[in-house]
C-alpha cells in the first residue's frame, strides 16, 4: 500500500509565500500530482511531478524529490482566492492514484 | 460536453434503499474513476475503467457497490441496501489515456443516508 502524509490545516496572510509539504512511501513510483479543491467543489489539477527537481507555473511551484519520498507544493504572492484543500496523489505500479487526506490552507488579510 | 458532468447533483434516500449514481466522461477520455469523499477525509478510490479491459474494483468498500461502464463511455455507480456510512460525496474522474493522465473530477453527488 501507499502512505501519504500531509499537514491537515495551515494559516497565511495575504501576499505572502506558504510551502505545502507532502512525504509518501511507496514502492513503483511513477509520478505525483497536486490537485486544488474549493469547499464544495470539485478537484482540480494544479501540476504532476515524475522526474526530481522544480516545475513552476506562475505562482504555483511543485517539487518532487524521489530519493527522500518527498513533495512541496510552493504559493507566491497569496490571494484571498488561494484559500482551498490541496492534496497530494501518489501514482504508483499499475495502481490508480491514492489521494493524501489533503492540507486546508486558509489566507488572512 | 465541455468537462465530467454527474447526476444527480444531491440525493437523499432512505437506509435500505437502492441509489444509481450517474457519470459521463469528456468525450474521447479512455480511462473513467469513481472515488468517494467523506467529510474531513481524503478522496478514497473506488473503482477504474480504462478502455475495453476488466475494471479495477479493488476500492469497492463491499458488494453492494457495483459500478458500470457502457459503451466505453456513460458509467453508473449502484449501492444496493444503503448503509448511514455511505453517505460522502462520490465523484466521478476522466482520464485521456492511462493512470499517468490528469484526472478531470465532476462536481460529485452528495449522497445523504438518512
Known amino acids: 500500500g501507499q502512505n501519504i502524509d500531509q499537514p491537515t490545516e495551515m494559516t497565511a496572510t495575504e501576499g505572502a509565500i506558504v510551502q505545502i509539504n507532502c512525504t509518501y512511501q511507496?514502492?513503483?513510483?511513477?509520478?505525483l500530482f497536486w490537485y486544488q479543491q474549493h469547499a464544495g467543489e470539485a478537484p482540480t489539477f494544479l501540476s504532476y511531478n515524475v522526474l526530481d527537481g522544480l516545475e513552476e507555473k506562475g505562482r504555483f511551484s511543485s517539487f518532487l524529490s524521489r530519493s527522500k519520498g518527498y513533495s512541496y507544493l510552493l504559493l507566491k504572492e497569496l490571494q484571498m482566492k488561494d484559500s482551498a484543500s490541496y492534496l497530494c496523489a501518489v501514482l504508483a505500479g499499475n495502481t490508480p492514484l491514492v489521494f493524501g487526506k489533503g492540507t486546508r490552507l486558509s489566507v488572512i488579510a | 460536453g465541455a468537462g465530467v458532468s454527474q447526476s444527480p447533483s444531491n440525493k437523499v434516500t432512505e437506509k435500505g434503499k437502492d441509489v444509481e449514481l450517474r457519470c459521463d466522461p469528456i468525450s474521447g477520455h479512455t480511462a473513467l474513476y469513481w472515488y468517494r469523499q467523506s467529510l474531513g477525509q481524503g478522496l478514497e478510490f473506488l473503482i477504474y475503467?480504462?478502455?475495453?479491459?476488466?475494471?479495477?474494483k479493488s476500492g469497492l468498500p463491499s458488494d453492494r457497490f457495483s459500478a458500470e461502464r457502457t459503451g466505453g463511455s456513460v458509467s453508473t455507480l449502484t449501492i444496493q441496501r444503503t448503509q448511514q456510512e455511505d453517505s460522502a460525496v462520490y465523484l466521478c474522474?476522466?482520464?485521456?489515456?492511462?493512470?499517468?493522465?490528469?484526472?478531470?473530477f465532476g462536481n460529485g453527488t452528495r449522497l445523504t443516508v438518512t
Open positions: 475503467f480504462q478502455g475495453n479491459s476488466a475494471p479495477d
Open positions: 511507496t514502492s513503483g513510483f511513477n509520478g
Open positions: 474522474a476522466s482520464s485521456s489515456t492511462g493512470t499517468n493522465s490528469p484526472l478531470h
